[in-house]
């Protein structure tokens, strides 16, 4: 199913994808040539907009498929392949005798290189642009390209250059001569065909398929969606690819599909902690550029994030973009390297009708009181970095985002695991209940109580209502915070919360008892008369139903300790002034 929608993909955007027997490479660097093979120059195609910057991309013949061995590109390579000369990263890296062995390597590698092309162009060349390059690798007279002032940018690069006669805007190896003798080779396969899997047609089965790059983590040169390798995956005697027979063509269309949904800067793809989400629809559909901008706008272009989620609210009611009605198909694909492997993260299937409606109950279920500086709609990226150690996006679990982004799409209560990150983060971070980490917790406790009648939902804003013992005893921890730092001001090492949060969270009995029997009196003796009356009665109300403390509460009750304690903090700050806190409103603006 998946190689079959990324073969779909590819027939679609034919006109934009290469065919058959070519891809799209970037070439930082081409030599320029005369009909004569005379070197005239060396052109630069980057155009220095990032470091990163690889220059621009072309549509070559296909790169051949090499771990150790020596194998070379028709008229495109490495320095190594193209010209003969160990690159200076390389070198640098190498003792005497290993520079003299890689560069014994290197004359092989560029004698390969010259034999690929006498062998696919046998004598007599018609090809002027051919013929050039024939002549210069065979002058083999290269001091004018090393002695060029680009030459020494060129040689610590491990890109691939490619070649120009000076009178055409191509490359010569886009040249006719040149697609006519690649797309004959590919028509020119082996006569034994068998049925393809993915196709259902008759072709020649693909013993190696071509590299994905582009995945997070994944090696530089590529890796493989499958493969067969050693001999525990084979069977019946067969090898490689035939294990699992995918037609030549479908192997490159799948494959092209796929680099090129994982291409730099694409806006169909998605990278979440060690994860690569790549999403495409059937046919050309709005949601395939909204998507990214409803789970992950760009941050140097947040605005145009928050405008998607309006739209996808507004759609129903302006019409603008009837997604609610819109039953085309939407696929989304989760990689994770795995060695020289990928590994399949999520593959979702759904239309865009249940995409809008899935990821709008997603927003919904995060909703919850904040700041006006906070968000209103909260990246993916930023939910699942508020679980990790240290904030980093590589500390992320491995399997969670996969599982949280199938959740959101599939409309499904969200992982367990999401809600113990988030209460260990919490707990080791000394209480640090954050907006972020608040939507989290109340947006799994929401849909536990969706999927669990017995299970109640928590509200968006402070419920006086809710009976639940976590919530109420959050909201009593938050209200002992208050009254001391009302008390003490800013003159504190550390606050109840450093101290007691992990307690009270998890088993309140060992907690609770001291705080209010002796902290509490403590610091409301030093407050004014209003404020203790204030802080008393808060307490007696969130007591009047607590007959004792339990001795622990299990996970959805601490999760609604955080709900509570966060809920009744910014109740603090949003409360209107009464007379019982109007001399009170000063300290409340130092928390």
Known sequence: MILQALCDYY?????????????????PFVIV?????????????RDGSNKRDKGR???????????????????????????????????????????????????????????????????????????????????????????????????????????????????????????????????????VRNRCL??????????????????????????????????????????????APVGEYAAFAYTTALNHLLRANSRQKLLVGEDTFVFWAEKPDPAEELFADWLQPDPDDPARGVEAVKALYEAPKTGVRPLDQDETRFFVLGLAPNNARLAVRLWNVSTVRELAVSIRQHFDDLAIVRSPRDPEYLPLWRLLVATAA?????????????????????????????????????????????????????????????????????????????????????????????????????????????????????????AFPYLLNKLAPHHLNKLTTGQKIWLENLIGQILETTTQFPPHLNLDDQGRFAIGYYHQRQAFFTRKSTDNQTADQGALNHD
């Not at 994905?212 to 490689?240: D, P, Y």
């Not at 500390?395 to 959101?408: D, T, W």
């Not at 005893?473 to 800013?490: K, Y």
């Open 57 to 191: 991309l072309f549509v070559v013949p296909q790169g051949v498929k090499r771990a150790s061995g020596i194998a070379a590109n028709l008229l495109w390579d490495n320095s190594g392949y193209a010209l003969g000369v160990v690159s200076a990263p390389r070198a640098a890296k190498l003792n005497a005798a290993g520079l003299e062995k890689e560069q014994k390597r290197t004359q092989e590698t560029h004698t390969a290189f010259v034999q690929r092309v006498h062998d696919t162009f046998p004598a007599p060349v018609t090809d002027g642009g051919v013929r050039a390059v024939l002549a210069f690798l065979e002058q083999a007279d290269f001091n004018v390209v090393f002695t060029h002032s680009l030459w020494p940018e060129l040689n610590k690069s491990t890109d691939p250059l490619s070649f120009r006669l000076d009178s055409d805007l191509q490359l010569i190896c886009q040249r006719d001569a040149v697609r006519q003798v690649v797309i004959a080779a590919e028509q020119n396969t082996a006569t």
């Open 11 to 27: 027939s679609r955007q034919q006109d934009e994808l290469p065919p058959p027997g070519f891809e799209r490479k970037a070439i």
């Open 198 to 243: 993915v196709s259902g047609n008759l072709d020649t089965i693909a013993r190696l398929h071509p590299a994905i790059k582009g995945v997070r983590g994944a090696q530089s040169s590529g890796a493989n969606l499958f493969s067969f390798n050693f001999a525990a995956s084979c069977s019946h005697g067969k090898e490689q690819g035939q294990n």
């Open 390 to 510: 240290q904030g980093k996006s590589e500390n992320i679990p491995p399997p969670l985002a996969g599982e949280v982004l199938r959740a959101i799409l599939a409309g499904t209560p969200y992982p367990q695991t999401l809600l113990v990150t988030t209460l260990q983060r919490i707990r080791a971070e000394q209480g640090a209940v954050n907006y972020v980490r608040a939507a989290l917790i109340k947006a799994v406790l929401t849909r536990n109580a969706r999927f669990s009648l017995a299970k109640q939902e928590v509200d968006v804003s402070l419920d006086p209502q809710n009976s639940n013992i976590g919530y109420r005893l959050g909201r009593l921890f938050a209200v002992l915070e208050r009254a001391q730092a009302l008390a003490s001001g800013d003159h504190l090492n550390a606050t109840i919360r450093d101290r007691f949060y992990g307690a009270a969270s998890a088993t309140p009995v060992t």
């Open 33 to 45: 040539l005369d009909r004569d093979g005379r070197f005239v120059d060396i052109e630069d195609t």
